[in-house]
């Protein structure tokens, strides 16, 4: 690893402007074979901590929690890691390919799917050689564009089977939403057929409804639009499920001195998952809200509740949940709704019901913690250690040597 760190020191600290453009250009090419080296190998550790369920060492309950907590990694390339590492295990030539980077982790992808267990049966049922499919799609990958490739396992599982049952709509539906560090919000994923064309249908109604003359806003922002209404509507209605015995609210907390002044006050207030908002912002959104208030002590924490009782009220939960913003574990990114409110110190051993004594863990890791591990909050930060005394450190440096 130290060598590989050296050369990637060395390669970036060329001029790239002193190199012609035919050797800029054979330079990219170079570098894409070289990323899907290093990708497959990636991936090869991976699937080698799987099966061994490494990420217990950790405290994770599945090696891609474990990646997207620790490395940091997003859900997405998490879940391809450890997906590409199991199908790779039934397809040897996509694997060396890869290995030697001819393919990239876009067209392993793509040919994964020949593998999966319902394709294999019906291969097998038919008497067809996998291994003679894999090679061929193999071949057109290392040789043809992407498309094309896409194209060739299409024809491939239509005729592997053209009567079979219509698929469940459930396994086409897929959505994920990324916060990033400003606030703002991707959404990403597909739909099936049906299930798209019924979002499609309620969006576009709200979008019909909230047109005007005059109305500038473009398709895309439209439709943004009535996504968030339609949202707000839910929310307004009170009909969605419990979290945690608190209907589901957006929370979002200002000091009084910004929500009663005029100043717009950037980064003055905070929402529940982290992200910053102004003073003028969170103005905005308590004209139609429920204001609880949060009196402090003098070191600024809400005030506790001693030992009169074990239970946490909820003004203490409120205060945790806006403190910690999900599950305090080293790598674990579990939100709120999904936390216990766990004594540091246990209340049958002294420790009081209080924010300074609490820490929001999901079921998980607050069974790990009664089972030797341990967190503790350390300055403005939370920190994890194994039984054995050593500590979860979290990625936070690039390779070098």
């Known amino acids: 690893m130290g060598e590989l760190a050296s050369a990637l020191d060395a390669l970036s600290a060329v001029d790239l402007d002193e190199l012609g453009d035919a050797e800029l250009l054979d330079r990219a090419r170079e570098l894409v074979a070289a990323a899907h080296r290093v990708h497959a190998e990636l991936t090869r550790v991976v699937r080698r901590s799987d099966v061994r369920g490494a990420s217990e060492h950790d405290g994770a309950t599945t090696t891609r929690g474990w990646l997207r907590g620790v490395p940091r990694i997003s859900c997405a390339w998490a879940g391809d890691l450890v997906r590409h590492g199991r199908a790779l295990e039934l397809l040897p030539a996509t694997a060396r390919a890869y290995a030697e980077g001819v393919i990239g982790p876009d067209r ?8 999966t267990p319902a394709h294999l049966d019906l291969a097998r049922a038919q008497g067809i050689d996998v291994g003679a499919v894999e090679a061929a799609l193999v071949q057109l990958a290392g040789a043809g564009t992407h498309r094309q490739l896409q194209q060739a396992v299409g024809d491939y599982l239509a005729k592997l089977d053209p009567d079979g049952a219509e698929p469940d709509p459930a396994t086409e539906r897929a959505v994920t939403l990324v916060q990033h560090p400003d606030g703002t919000w991707t959404i990403g994923g597909h739909l099936d057929a049906v299930g798209g064309q019924k979002v499609a249908t309620a969006l576009e109604s709200v979008q019909a409804a909230s047109r005007c003359a005059g109305d500038d806003r473009s398709r895309a922002q439209r439709t943004g639009d009535a996504l968030v209404q339609l949202a707000d509507n839910q929310l307004a209605t009170g009909d969605l499920p419990v979290l945690r015995g608190v209907k589901p609210q957006v929370v979002v907390t200002v000091p009084l001195a910004d929500l009663t002044g005029s100043a717009t006050a950037p980064g003055a207030a905070r929402t529940a998952t982290g992200a910053t908002l102004s003073a003028a912002r969170a103005r905005w959104i308590a004209c139609d809200a429920g ?20 239970i946490v009220p909820p003004h203490i939960r409120r205060a945790a949940e806006l403190r910690d913003a999900g599950c305090v574990f080293a790598g674990c990114q579990a939100p709120t709704w999904f936390c216990d409110v766990h004594h540091l110190l246990h209340w049958a051993h002294g420790g009081e019901t209080s924010l300074g004594n609490s820490a929001l863990l999901c079921e998980r890791h607050h069974t790990k913690v009664h089972s030797g591990y341990r967190v503790q909050r350390v300055g403005d930060r939370w920190r994890t250690w194994r039984p054995d005394g050593t500590e979860i450190l979290i990625a936070t440096t690039r390779l070098r040597t």
């Open 291 to 310: 204001l609880t208030r949060v009196v402090l002590d003098p070191d600024g924490l809400p005030l506790d509740v001693g030992r009169t009782q074990r």
């Open 108 to 115: 392993v992808d793509v040919i994964a799917v020949i593998v």
